[in-house]
């Protein structure tokens, strides 16, 4: 992986950025490794909550994409670009990330390929050339006509400027299909949600076990059996039922956050944390709490009385995460 001298061997970390329905991000650190699990913000606003959380972003090494949702892909492309790091998606969300950037745009999927690979092939000629203009004559050599042409100016890679969708590198997984990252093992885990091929993830490094489960209608068996022997849980909390009836949504939506392929109630989270949940993990995160269905008092009141059987000395911290603020970070 790239810029691994510049790490800590035996550290990890689990950092919060950002989780809510205006954007949701993770740093999660192990060994050498640093990757991002979504980037639902601007790429600006990104990188100055890991500045806040003490992080850097320049030793990011991937992304990793759960759903391509707004909220979870807005700042992936021009991230990967400014990094020059590598995006990982399930290949049903890739191609479902691209239409949602180009929408009108009439072409297939093996059409993108195609073009994608000439693309790569022309940035090679290029480079081929520049290496090979190497030998041209040294600057004193240079006619006094064309010294006094102004010299044009370095042109930007075209892709980018031509494709929205164009990226340094797109990596596919399969849920159900471990892979690692660099020093961290990857899980991706299928979730119930609206989304093309939405996944949730359980990351491994130096033997700690994170998972990572929002965006999901409902708890099925597959999820459950992830989200065992962990040391960190961050599981969806998203609205409160009532407030969602009561609230200022459309029928319609309402309909689509209370299905199961919608969003986990404060209701829903409680009863898997009291009746399912193994309780080890050292920290249980809420996330993707709504700032129009819920409030946080109210998903952790429901957490804590689910915990209540669960009471450990040194497991089972409860912590919120937030839309506008990175949560501290949490190492092991």
Partial sequence: MRRRARYAQGMVCFTVLASGSKGNCTVVTGGRTRILVDAGLSCRELFRRMQLAGEDPAKLDAILVTH???????????????????????????????????????????????????????????QAEAVASEGEPDEGEISAEAAAEPEPAAAEPAEPAKDPTWLPAVEYFAPGEPFRIGDIAVSPFTIPHD?????????????VRMAVATDLGYMPPNVKEQLKA??????????????????PYPWSVKQRVLSRVGHLSNDAAAGFLEEEYDGQAAYVILGH????????????????????????????????????????????
């Avoid at 804590?304 to 092991?332: K, T, V």
């Fill in 68 to 126: 391509e949702h707004q909220d979870h892909v807005n700042g992936v492309a021009v991230t990967a670009r400014k990094l020059g790091i590598p995006v990982y998606f399930t290949e049903g969300t890739h191609r479902a990330w691209m239409r949602w950037l180009m929408p009108r745009r009439q072409m297939s999927y093996a059409q993108w390929l195609e073009a994608a690979a000439a693309a790569r092939q022309q940035a090679a000629a290029r």
């Fill in 195 to 207: 989304a093309a091929d939405p996944v949730g993830f359980v990351l491994e490094a130096e033997g």
């Fill in 230 to 247: 962990l040391d960190l849980l961050m599981l969806e909390s998203n609205h409160d039922l009532e407030m969602l009836r009561d609230g």
């Fill in 289 to 332: 709490l709504s700032e129009s269905n819920n409030l946080p008092d109210l998903a952790r009141v429901a957490a804590e009385r689910a915990l209540a059987n669960h009471a450990s000395l040194l497991a089972n911290r409860l912590l919120l995460a937030g839309q506008h603020e990175p949560l501290h970070p949490i190492y092991f």
